[in-house]
């Protein structure tokens, strides 16, 4: 049995992540955003906002961030506006697939909750890639109870 080399096994795993992410469809169903709520997220990138973080949404406005593990607590650079609120992602995605990125996937639950965006601007550039996983998505308290539109 032939054993590949590791650059070749990474080459191999960044070929089927591009052509899955290139052919990753939209949203299936339009996510209603409530005003105010958290979600946990899982944030690969080169620069700010690597690492795990909880973020607090008020208003339609991100007001909050909290860093979760390690990375995120050694991270001096990032500020508040280093992040979006879940539609923001939507609109993010939106905004990539219009542009003309390499590669961008936006995955949702069945409600239409985003669960993940991804981004790889330009196929040779190898430090402008985005990654961030969603989870945890709650109504904070204000709106635990209300009725959505």
Same mark, same amino acid.
């Given at each position: 049995?032939?054993? &590949?080399?590791?650059?070749? &096994? &990474?080459? @191999?795993?960044?070929?089927?992540?591009?052509?899955?992410?290139?052919?990753? @469809?939209?949203?299936?169903?339009? =996510? %209603?955003?409530?005003?105010d709520y958290t979600y946990e997220a899982t944030i690969t990138a080169f620069g700010p906002a690597h690492g795990e973080w909880r973020v607090t949404v008020r208003d339609h406005e991100v007001v909050e961030v909290e860093g979760l593990d390690e990375w995120s607590q050694i991270d001096e650079f990032t500020t508040i506006e280093s992040f979006d609120t879940l539609a923001d992602y939507v609109s993010r995605y939106d905004e990539a697939r219009a542009e003309g990125a390499h590669s961008v996937a936006l995955t949702q639950a069945t409600d239409g909750?985003?669960?993940? !965006?991804?981004?790889? =601007? %330009?196929?040779?550039?190898? %430090? %402008?890639? !985005?990654d961030a996983r969603f989870r945890a998505v709650a109504p904070t308290e204000s709106t635990a109870g209300a009725v959505p539109n």
């Amino acid at each position: 049995m032939r054993r &590949l080399s590791r650059g070749s &096994l &990474l080459m @191999a795993a960044a070929a089927v992540v591009a052509a899955t992410s290139a052919c990753a @469809a939209g949203p299936a169903e339009d =996510w %209603d955003e409530p005003a105010d709520y958290t979600y946990e997220a899982t944030i690969t990138a080169f620069g700010p906002a690597h690492g795990e973080w909880r973020v607090t949404v008020r208003d339609h406005e991100v007001v909050e961030v909290e860093g979760l593990d390690e990375w995120s607590q050694i991270d001096e650079f990032t500020t508040i506006e280093s992040f979006d609120t879940l539609a923001d992602y939507v609109s993010r995605y939106d905004e990539a697939r219009a542009e003309g990125a390499h590669s961008v996937a936006l995955t949702q639950a069945t409600d239409g909750t985003p669960t993940g !965006y991804s981004v790889d =601007w %330009d196929e040779n550039t190898v %430090d %402008d890639e !985005y990654d961030a996983r969603f989870r945890a998505v709650a109504p904070t308290e204000s709106t635990a109870g209300a009725v959505p539109n």
